[in-house]
Each structure stands twice: as structure tokens, then as C-alpha cells.
T-cell receptor, first 113, second 110 residues
């Protein structure tokens, strides 16, 4: 396994459109995390899964955001009715269990125009 | 005041210099991560520590739980060390989210 992969790496969309990002974690990692990072800032927590269960959601995750991990493997993050303020890099990370090293993907850059 | 603060925000040094980046946090933690982020976004985990000191190659990370402070040191710095270094705190057990500092942009000049 080559690591956490994210797709697409870059997405430009018009305001009001829906976008979906996919994350494939390292095989057998049961924990998967989504973070958002804007320029000049550190990443901010959005949500995390243990297997297919979404265990925590940040208040940053408005009703327009939804994340799933249907089979406990890959995850999707969908943003509906995008706004310019959604422009950021969306980072996915995974780990085997709590307290273990966390591995990050390369991130998916979103630009809303 | 952010829960995790780093200093300095920017650091420029000559190749070969000893580098220290500091991280202070205000909440109880179960672990602290040091991460490296290169232009383009990719983040690499350097260390995860909950006490004491860890060393990997030219990198050394220390943490003082009582003082809520951690440092990342780079010995014999090299231009390829140029990156943003981020510390991230994981709250006490039962809370999985990481709280990140804003990062330290390190530039090593040949």
C-alpha cells in the first residue's frame, strides 16, 4: 500500500455547485479523519470515522457538508451548494488505532469561483 | 488565544545551523505530533510523543508535560529541510481530534 490517496487533487467549481472528494486510507486502518486547511493556517478538524461509524463532527461541518465511509474503507466528503468560503484544502488522514501514527494524504484543493 | 501555539512563525537559517521550533499548548493532551508539510500540501508525520524525547536521524523532538511545551530540533540543517513544521495536540483519551498550531515556515539557505 502506497499510503493515503485523495481524489481529485484539485477542483475548481462555480459557487452553488456540489463537489465530492474521495479518500482511500491505508489498508486496514480503521480510523479515518477529514481536516480542512486554509492558506497560512494549520489544519482544522472536520470529522472522523472508526470503521464505518462517524464518531465525531466539528461545528465547522455545516449542513452542506456530509461525509460517509459506507464499508469502512474509502470515505467521501461532499459539499453541497458550495460557497467561496469553502475554498480550502481538504485533508484526509488515517491511522490503525487510537494513539498510533497518523498518515495524511496529499490533500484535495478546492477553489470556488 | 489558540490552544496550540508555535514559535517562531517564520525562521530562516544558514545550512548547517541548529534549528529549534517551539510548541506550547494549553489543554491536557494524550499525545503531541510533529508534522512536516511541503509546498503542495502533503503532510508527513515526523514524531508522535507523549513524554520524554525521540530522535530520528537529524531530528529530535522533546516534550515537557508539566510545562505543556514541546520542541523540535534539527541538527546540521540542510536546504531540503525547508518546509512548514506543524505541531498538533491530541486531547486526552476519548477525544480523537487533533488541534493544530499554525505552523513554522523554515527556510534553510545554502
Amino acid at each position: 500500500d502506497t499510503g493515503v490517496s485523495q481524489d481529485p487533487r484539485h477542483k475548481i467549481t462555480k459557487r452553488g455547485q456540489n463537489v465530492t472528494f474521495r479518500c482511500d486510507p491505508i489498508s486496514e486502518h480503521n480510523r479515518l479523519y477529514w481536516y480542512r486547511q486554509t492558506l497560512g493556517q494549520g489544519p482544522e478538524f472536520l470529522t472522523y470515522f472508526q470503521n464505518e461509524a462517524q464518531l465525531e463532527k466539528s461545528r465547522l461541518l455545516s449542513d452542506r457538508f456530509s461525509a460517509e465511509r459506507p464499508k469502512g474503507s474509502f470515505s467521501t466528503l461532499e459539499i453541497q451548494r458550495t460557497e467561496q468560503g469553502d475554498s480550502a484544502m481538504y485533508l484526509c488522514a488515517s491511522s490503525f488505532t487510537s494513539g498510533n501514527t497518523i498518515y495524511f494524504g496529499e490533500g484535495s484543493w478546492l477553489t470556488v469561483v | 488565544k489558540n490552544e496550540v501555539e508555535q514559535s517562531p512563525q517564520n525562521l530562516t537559517a544558514q545550512e548547517g545551523e541548529f534549528i529549534t521550533i517551539n510548541c506550547s499548548y494549553s489543554v491536557g493532551i494524550s499525545a503531541l505530533h510533529w508534522l512536516q508539510q511541503h509546498p503542495g500540501g502533503g503532510i508527513v508525520s515526523l514524531f508522535m510523543l507523549s513524554s520524554g524525547k525521540k530522535k530520528h536521524g537529524r531530528l529530535i523532538a522533546t516534550i515537557n508535560i508539566q510545562e505543556k511545551h514541546s520542541s523540535l530540533h534539527i541538527t546540521a540543517s540542510h536546504p531540503r529541510d525547508s518546509a512548514v513544521y506543524i505541531c498538533a495536540a491530541r486531547a486526552n483519551f476519548g477525544n480523537e481530534k487533533l488541534t493544530f498550531g499554525t505552523g513554522t515556515r523554515l527556510t534553510i539557505i545554502p
